[in-house]
Each structure stands twice: as structure tokens, then as C-alpha cells.
């Protein structure tokens, strides 16, 4: 009823709102307009609401209305269900002439037409009351019309007529009951709900329910507490659970409505389960420990004496065990535990017979269960990786151990013996699966030893009994034969000697071929071949190599392709193969090579429309002018000849047969004849343009480019999208304004699911300036999701996402406005909350829940790549066992806005007192509730700064050599970025270990790492005019470093921020890395720091081959 009083109310502001409105727009609006009245409550028959006190109608002076009637409620509303007793109210902005009210109303049944007769009677001049003279027929719908003719007191007639529909309600009937009747299975706690379908009792408050009817009787009898969770749902609760194993029949009293209709007789029955084992844990089938309690749940609360009597627990062959009980959940689990350890390496069976019984003792189990579990054998070891005598995998570290049952591994860690010592082993337990590792790095071709001592225990003492050994030989490198040139395609000069080098380590002995491929354009357009390829004719040449290196050494073995000379121009195929590398490296080594042995580059830029060449001559450098060109399609087909002018460029008209550029290939001159090159369009590495960050394609563009927008991302279905599109010409990034021309605008919703689809064309034309607008009106039942807008040509290339969908339009929003966005840690910052109306004016008095939480905060500086902050974790924590959840909480609160929607949250000074040191990140989030509950939140974000300046650190190498200096940049800087000169810095190098340690954490043991970071070296700089400095040491041992640099500004607040750099020590005496900065493959002594470049980038169209050279670190 309240609801529907502030229904009443709302209705009625508004229509009076709407009255002072004049039909004519360009008058005036009265000077008295009329104030609309709450209408009094008229007490109608069958109602159980009590009258609502409102306020005296105002008296309006009838010679000021001058605006046609209109009706302003109504009551029943229009749609609603009511009692078929129930006299009809109606309402109207102004006083009216009873006698053509009266005549212009009518009451029908809908269906039939009947018109209904009845009495009025008019309780105040705007407001008449209809009833019927005969019951209105139950679960019927009528129609109320008041015709246009019905008039005002001061003699105006309604603009149109009135006409809305009402329900009557029907018989009170049982819509629903929980359990269904019939049902067999129902749980012994189930609650007893029966749904009615019509309100039977008022809404009344929880203290009021002892004087609402308790309708509900059971056979056989059920004591219980029953409410009335709405009007017309009602719910029972048994004080005790329902017996196992009974048919329950459940009566419905006698029952009248609140609109006075009585329920017909009414009853249902269900049936109970009988009790059931419903799990055991540990689950059957498992090992147990000897001490280890078995917990038994059951359906449902048993009898606990009966149900321990028929409890036995016996191992095979064995007399039962003798049993402790204990019982949780309202008797429904059931612990058991052996009075005595039971057998190790022994089968038992838990049974339940059937005479464990129910709580209430009308039901028993029915049947026995019986659940098989073994102990835990006596400790061994399951299995060990490496296996014994075994050369396990090139990537292989460690060794695992695996053991038949849980260990105490206090007995076990730290205690196995390997020979040759590893060092500092990291150890690893996973109690699941009795398993513990240790992880290192093997030494190369050597035979370790691993011994378990045989007192390694399990937690009941029972040893392995003997020290268990076993041995494996580590691997060598792994066996590699490559050649060093640019994988599949390479280029050879004719200005220099051909000869390539051979990278090869454990290779054994190896063969190298030499083919004449002539011209093989599909090799050429599709190099990725070259790995399944098998050449046709005989090799030219043949080499049968034997390295002189020593196993596990790098060696580098130089092929003369022609006797020191160089071949004859043309195309040929380089086969390597080595017997200790398996035939199928040769998809990651670079063991098939196509060369191109040329005097003429050739770049080749391949367009929609043509293809442009540029011809340069390899020795020199220089254009080449005049040199004839035969252009070939991807395929292979010959597409057009050209000659290069004088600065070596020559184009070809050309179109690719596809929407998308396919890559084509461009030969000057023939093989063996001077003047001999190849290009391919697709030869393009570190020329194409995602080289420079630049964004590109195989596919054409399209003619138009259209940039599509609506007013919005999200809308519900019934609203009104807005769009706009801006159409240009492409013209290969121009952008001109094209001519007006029609388009068809598409927006589309694909429901891959089976669901509704939709598919809409909108007609749309571009104006002068090469614009289109429009609008579309969603309907009411479009489908909820993913929807794009788009232009239906394939020459225009436009589109834009919008969503549908079903959400609640919020009415307020919320922003929080932070005193200052920055501070000082120790600074007290309000964070102002304001809470207002879109449609204007504040939103007060509303509830506020509000949390603050914060995490570490690093500063960054676009183009400055330094750390700002601890990003190496000088302050490392560690995470726990399912790691780090986000952010931390600090606090949370409540409060309301005040009457101008407003409220002050507070960050006191003290706010991080408790908080880890360094800059910090505070994130304060506000929920706001209106009187509905519909929650709006928002945020803000506050930095904490732990001092007025900013020190950066970045290592000037990641990677560094044992006994070379290692040095990293400094830079001091302000909050905004800019530099700070003159800064003292303290940076403290750090040498950081990793160690294990075992944790238990709430029953679940897990290796957490904790750090170990020894002191090394300390240097104290002061920064330059630019803010920058660098600082240096130079490191003894390989392994993991940091760089922790520090500043204090002028109140001595520190900003300390962490870099990690890495040392690599000289125990392998050459290595193989890739140099990003020459792009190269480069082979480095680690004792001298002296690196040999292994291979040159491709700096043109082509790949090329580079000479070795030596260069010092």
C-alpha cells in the first residue's frame, strides 16, 4: 500500500504539472494555476487497507482554469487486478459537470461488450465513485471508457476520451507447492512452501506475523514455525528434520483472501529420502595414514548410538579396530578414529550396516556400505628422474625423487648426497604427489651420483632402512651444424671470394652439396619449401668435412664454395648434413640455403597498381642504369619487362589478381651472364615498415574511408541510436572530400547461440562536406549484445561497435574530487564525495560506503626507461602460496550526504603509518545507494610521494661479465618530470640469492623463496646539471644483482628506487647470444670479453652474407 500511495502522489504532481500547461504555445501561462489534490481514500468493500490521512482540498477558483479536463487517476489503475466487489474511483484536474460525466461513461465487459450499470456518487465536484449494482464476474477483463463529451463545471470538454482496461481476480487458488506432490527424494531439512495465486494476507511487519493465519497441517504430525514471506507465499519450517524414509500429507486449512474469496479444499504428499552415505573423506579408494580419522557424511541427522554400533572398521585378516566417535553437524557427520595405529602397507574396509537409523528412528540405512581404503606402505622410493644409466634431455636440470608414501622431509632435505657436488641445490617438496626435486644445472658429459640416506623417515618413524644410490651421465652440448647465412634465401657477391662458414658443435662428421638450381622461381616466391625439398640432378660439388674440435666446443669450419674465386652468377641450393644431428634439425638449423650469387642488387617495392624497382650494382654501390628487368608473379608467371633509368629505378604497371599483395620477384640479366640479380618484394627485413613502428598491410585500400560514431556506446532496447559518419577518398592518405553519393549503413547483431539476429539497412547519403547523419530507433524486443555499424560497400572501409543492453539508467552520479591529486606521505588529503541528479539539483541524505586500500607506486617518465621505484623488490615480500591479491586495504566507513549531496572522506597523516616505506598509490572507492538500493561508485586516486624529489636507476647492460665493470645511469627529477640537478645519490650494489624455505600456511605446505642480498660494492655520486650521473663496480662472481639507489631531499625524506642486472660468470668459456644492437649472431669469450660476430645484418632487399670480425666488449 505504500508503494501504491506514493504512486498515487507521484501521478498526481505530475498531472498537475501538466495542467499548467496551455494547448495554445504562445499565450501566456495563467497567473493562478491549479494546485492538484491528493485524493481522499474512499473505504471500498472487500479492502483490508486503512484510511490514509490527507490533507483538506485547496478551493480553486474555476474562472481561472481555462485548460480542457483531463483525468489525472484513477482507481484500480489501468491494467490493475481487482476484487470483482470493488467500486471504480476517478479523478480529474478540475471540477466537473456530474450529469455529462455521467452520461459519457461506460463500464463493458471486453469481450462481450456487456455494459455494466451501476450508481455514481460524487465525494468531491472533480471526483466520482462507480458501483457496479451486480458483482463483477471473477477472472474477467473490462474496459472503462469516459467519452470525449464528458465536460468541466465551467463548461469545456475533453480533448479526447478516456479508455483503460481492469482485471478481475479469480477463485483463491494454490499456484505452486515446494515439494511437488508425488515427489519421493525430499530432503529430511526441506522447508514446506506453498504459493497462492492471489495476495491472502496484508503486508505486515515481522512482529506482526502471530496474528496471520498458520494455514498448514501434516499427517503424521510436524511441529514448526511458519511465516508469510510475501502476501500470498507462505513457508514452513520443521522445528526438527522430517523422519527418513515417510509420506508426509499436508493439508491446507481453510483460507480467505484479502479480497475476501474463500480457497477450496486443498492437499498434496511427499515422501522423504531414506538415509544415505553421502561421502567419506578421505574419498574410498585412498591411502590413509595409520592415525588418520575417516569422516562418514549421511543425508541426514542419525541416531548416534545406532549408527555407532553399525560403524566397524577391519583390515583383511585382522580383527576390527577399536573406534573413538564424534559427531558435528546436527548428527549428520561422523568422525571416526582408531583408538590404536592401524597396520602400515594394509587393506581395510569401513562398513556401515544396515541398521544405522535416522535421527527420528523411522528409517535405517537399507543396505550396508563398505569403503575400501589401504595405509601407507613402508617408505621406498617409487621412482627417480634421470632414471639410473640414463643420459636424460639437453634441457633437463636436477634430479626428482619420488617416494611411495608421505615423508617427513626434515629427514630428507639437505641430506641427499650428490657426487660431483652441485652446489647450492634449491629443493622443491610437493607433499601431493611425495615427491621432492632438486634443481641444478648440469655440467657438461658427467657422471653424477645421487644417494638417499636410507634413515630418510616418514612421519612415524619407519625408515628407509638402507641408503638408496643410483647414477645417470649428464648430456653434452646439444649436436648443432648450421650454416652461418640468413635462414632459407642468401646473397653472395661476385666481388668477393664465396665462402661460408659453418657454426658446428658435437657435430660429428659432415657433408656438405653444391646445386645448380638454374632459376627456380618457386624456391624463390616460396623459400619455407626449401625444408622438404630434394633435389632432382646431381650436386656440382660435394665436401666431406671432419671437424678438429673437441666434443663440447664451438667451431667454426669456412667452406670455399670455388677454390677461393666465386661462383658463376645464378641460383643455387647449399645442403648440409652431420652425423651426430638428427635429419629433422634442419627446421631450426640452417642446414638448406638458397644463394644468390649476383653482381646486381635489386629492391623491390610492390604496389596495388605497380611494382617499383631499384637496381644498384653490389661492388660499388652505385645505380645501375639501362639494365633490362622481367617482373614475375607469385606463381611464377612472367608479368611485365622494364629497364632501370639513370638512378636505377624502373616500375612496372602491375595489379595483383587478389584483394591482397601476394609478393612478387624481379630478375635482371639470366644465370652466368654478368649483370645477374634477383629481388623479391617480400625480402623486406628490417626495411618493412613495422621496423619504424609504422602500420602495414598486404591488403588494398579501400576507395572511401568512413569514421562512424554514435552518441553513445551502450543503449537499451527502445532507445534511439544518434550516429554520424565523416567520408573521405583515401588516395593513399590524402583524405578529399568526395562527391555526395547514397551509401548503405548496416547495423547488424549476429546471435551465434540460435537466438534473434539483426539485420538492418539504413539508407544514408554524404552532404557536401562528405558528412551523413541520421538516427534508428532500437525495438523494443532487440536482443541484448554485440552490435556493429557499418558501411555496406565494399570501397568504403568504415564501422563502429555499439552494446544493447537490458540495464537501469542511473539517475545520480557520483565524483570524488581529491584536495590535491599529489602529496607527501604524511600529509592529511580530503576526498570530496558529491552526489548529484542528472536532471539538476543534489542527491542528499543518501547512504555512502566508502574503502580505502593502497599499493607500491613507481613513476614513469614517457622516453625516460629507468625504474622510479622498487621494481627489482629490494623490499621483497613474499606472496604466499596462491600469490598476490591486488591491492591492500587500509580502511573502510559509512556515512550520508548532506543536503547538498556531499561528504568529506578523510586520509589522515597517520593513514600509512603502518605501510611498507617508498611512494605509495591510495585508492579511495565510494558506493552511493538511492532510496530504491540501485548502487552508483566511483574513485580516486591519490599519490603519496615518499620525499620532493624522484631518483631513477637503469643498468647501462642487463647482462655483464664477471671481473668487467658493470655500470648503471642515474637521474634525479621533481614530480612533473622535469630534471633535478645537483642531487647527491648513494647507490648500494647488492649481490641477491634465492633461497627456499619450507612454509606451512593454514594446513598447506608450499616453498616460499626468501631473499638473501650481500652488500658488495657502494658508490656516492652527485647528479650533473641535467640531473644524470652514473655509477659503477665490477662484479667477482656471476649471478643476480641489484642496484639500489637513494636521495634525500632537503627535509631528509628518502626516494629510494631498485634495478636488476645480471652477471655471467667464465665457468663455460664461450657463449652464444644474440646482439640486438647489431642484429647479429655473436659468438663471446668470456674470459677476454672479446666477441667474433658470427653473421651480419641484412641491410638491403636481399640477405647477404657478412665477413667474421673481431670486436672488444
Known sequence: MHMKRLLILTVIVLAGLAACRRQEEAEPLPTVAPTAVIPETVEQGGSTDSPTAVPPPQVINTAAIDWAPRVVYSDPLPGEETPPDTPIMVWFDQAMDQASVEAAFVLAQAESGREIKGDFSWPRPDAFQFTPKSRLQAKQRYTIQIDAQATSANGRKMIEPFQFDIQTTGPLEVNQTIPDDGVSGVQTDAAITVLFNQPVVPLVGGGQQADLPQPLSFDPPVAGTGEWTSTSIYRFAPDEPLAGATTYQVTVGDLTGVTGVSLAPYSWQFTTLSPEVVITQPEEGSFIAPTETISVTFNMPMDQAATEAAISLRGVDAPAVSLDFAWSDDGRIIAITPQQSLQMATEYQLRVDPSAASASGAASLGQEYIAIFNTWPFPAIASVHPEPDSVPDQWTRGVVIEFVSPMDWDTVEDRIIIDPDPGAARYYVNSYTNQISLDFPYELDTEYTVTVPGDAADPYGNTLGADFTWRFRSPGRPPIASFNLAPQISQLSTSVANVVDIIHVNSGDMEAQLYDMGLPLNLINRPYDLQDYQPAAEPLQSWQIRPDTGRNELGIYSLPLADGGTLPTGVYLLTLNAANVAENARYWQNQRNLLVVADTNITVKEMFGSVHVWVTDIASGQPVEGRELTLFNARGGEAGTAVSDASGFATFPYQPPNDY?????????????????????????????????????????????????????????????????????????????????????????????????????????????????????????????????????????????????????????????????????????????????????????????????????????????????????????????????????????????????????????????????????????????????????????????????????????????????????????????????????????????????????????????????????????????????????????????????????????????????????????????????????????????????????????????????????
Request: no cysteine; aromatic share 10%; charged share 20%.
Open 661 to 1113: 599483395l601476394e609478393g612478387v620477384t624481379v630478375i635482371a640479366g639470366a644465370p652466368g651472364q654478368a649483370g645477374f640479380g634477383v629481388g623479391n618484394s617480400r625480402w623486406n627485413q628490417n626495411i618493412g615498415g613495422w621496423t619504424f613502428d609504422l602500420r602495414s598491410t598486404t591488403s588494398d585500400e579501400a576507395d572511401l574511408f568512413a569514421y562512424i560514431y554514435t552518441d553513445r556506446p551502450i543503449y537499451r532496447p527502445g532507445d534511439t541510436i544518434y550516429y554520424k559518419g565523416i567520408v573521405r577518398e583515401t588516395d593513399y592518405g590524402r583524405y578529399t572530400i568526395p562527391a555526395p553519393r547514397p551509401l548503405e549503413l548496416k547495423l547488424v547483431y549476429n546471435n551465434f547461440s540460435g537466438g534473434q539476429s539483426v539485420d538492418v539497412t539504413i539508407p544514408v547519403e554524404t552532404d557536401a562536406d562528405g558528412t551523413f547523419s541520421g538516427e534508428y530507433v532500437l525495438p523494443e524486443d532487440a536482443p541484448t549484445g554485440g552490435y556493429d555499424l557499418y558501411i555496406q560497400d565494399e570501397d568504403v572501409n568504415g564501422r563502429v561497435s555499439l552494446t544493447v543492453a537490458e540495464y537501469r539508467r542511473p539517475e545520480f552520479q557520483v565524483t570524488l574530487t581529491p584536495e590535491k591529486e599529489e602529496a607527501l606521505r604524511g600529509e592529511a588529503v580530503d576526498v570530496l564525495l558529491e552526489a548529484t541528479y542528472f536532471f539538476g539539483g543534489s542527491a542528499a541524505n543518501l547512504p555512502v560506503d566508502w574503502t580505502i586500500s593502497e599499493e607500491p607506486y613507481s613513476f614513469f617518465v614517457p622516453g625516460l626507461y629507468y625504474s622510479f621505484g622498487d621494481n627489482a623488490q629490494f623490499d621483497y615480500q613474499p606472496a604466499g602460496p596462491f600469490g598476490g591479491f591486488g591491492s591492500n586495504f587500509l580502511l573502510s566507513g559509512s556515512g550520508v550526504t548532506d543536503g547538498n549531496g556531499r561528504l568529506t572522506i578523510p586520509l589522515t597523516a597517520d593513514l600509512l603509518a603502518d605501510v611498507a616505506e617508498g611512494s605509495r598509490r591510495v585508492t579511495v572507492e565510494a558506493t552511493v545507494q538511492d532510496v530504491s538500493g540501485f548502487p552508483i561508485t566511483n574513485r580516486a586516486e591519490i599519490i603519496f610521494h615518499a620525499a620532493e624529489l624522484i631518483v631513477g636507476v637503469r643498468p647501462q647492460d642487463y647482462i655483464n661479465v664477471v671481473g668487467t665493470e658493470t655500470a648503471v645511469d642515474l637521474i634525479t627529477i621533481d614530480w612533473t618530470g622535469n630534471p633535478l640537478p645537483n642531487q647527491t645519490v648513494e647507490v648500494t650494489f647488492y649481490r641477491r640469492e634465492w633461497l627456499p624455505v619450507r612454509t606451512n600456511d593454514g594446513g598447506s605446505y608450499y616453498t616460499a623463496w626468501e631473499t638473501e642480498d650481500t652488500e658488495v660494492a657502494q658508490a656516492r655520486v652527485k647528479t650533473d646539471g641535467s640531473g644524470e650521473a652514473q655509477a659503477s663496480f665490477t662484479p667477482e662472481e656471476g649471478g643476480s644483482y641489484l642496484a639500489v639507489a637513494a636521495a634525500q631531499d632537503g627535509n631528509g625524506r628518502i626516494h629510494l628506487s631498485s634495478a636488476e642486472l645480471y652477471v655471467t660468470d667464465s665457468a663455460n668459456n664461450r657463449a652464444l647470444v644474440v646482439d640486438s644492437t647489431l642484429d647479429a649472431l655473436v659468438a663471446i669469450d668470456l674470459n677476454s670479453g672479446a666477441r667474433t660476430v658470427l653473421s651480419d645484418d641484412n641491410t638491403g632487399s636481399g640477405p647477404n652474407l657478412g665477413t667474421p670480425q673481431s670486436i672488444a666488449l
